[in-house]
């Protein structure tokens, strides 16, 4: 059997906190804000969670890091 191999892509988009969560980046955050809502721009700085339904997946995809 060949080793289980890290998702290079999601590796560099997911950390994991110290509670076994991961954290993400909200999405449309990079440019354009003019077009945003201000409330939309603020609630985008704050921590985004990867919810309980996707955590199966993603670490499987992370079954390397730790």
Do not use: C, W
């Amino acid at each position: 059997m060949p080793k289980m191999k890290t998702h290079s892509a999601t590796k560099k988009r997911v950390k994991r906190t110290a509670t076994g969560k991961f954290k993400v980046s909200h999405a449309n955050r990079a440019h354009l804000k003019g077009n945003k809502n201000k409330n939309t721009i603020r609630n985008n700085r704050s921590a985004n969670y990867i919810s309980k339904a996707d955590e199966k997946r993603i670490k499987q995809q992370l079954s390397n890091v730790k």
